[in-house]
């Protein structure tokens, strides 16, 4: 692995996985709040203007999505923890050439080379 060494790599990584858990955590407890005014809550759901009812929604549903979100990035770490252990973290998944040393950087989770990274995002 050229240009980051592993107790490097490995710091990163468990800085990145404290921040994602942080952000789990934010997230799911904003997730599992009632929405104000339905069932559940102190207001009765008639009392909120439908509009009020469909944006608590849609910021739920936003929620919902950004903590999907972490939580493949959690994987994400996770499997370049475990790359990391056999030796092979800061190689493409794809085509096996090693991650630029910046993009690990500032993406340490990184499973692919900019330019798979710029294919897999085409193609999903």
């Not at 996985?17 to 009632?34: G, K, T």
Request: net charge negative; hydrophobic share 35%.
């Amino acid at each position: 692995m050229k240009g980051i060494d592993a107790t490097t790599a490995r710091e990163r990584l468990e800085q990145r996985r404290r921040e994602l858990d942080d952000l789990r955590e934010a997230f799911q407890h904003e997730a599992a709040s009632p929405i104000e005014g339905a069932g559940g809550s102190e207001l009765s759901a008639t009392d909120q203007h439908p509009a009020d009812l469909g944006t608590d929604t849609f910021e739920r549903s936003k929620d919902v999505s950004i903590l999907s979100g972490v939580e493949r990035s959690l994987a994400d770490v996770q499997f370049a923890l475990d790359q990391l252990a056999v030796g092979t973290y800061g190689r493409c998944q794809a085509c096996g050439k090693e991650i630029g040393a910046a993009r690990l950087e500032a993406r340490p989770e990184a499973r692919y080379c900019i330019e798979d990274q710029s294919t897999v995002e085409r193609t999903a």
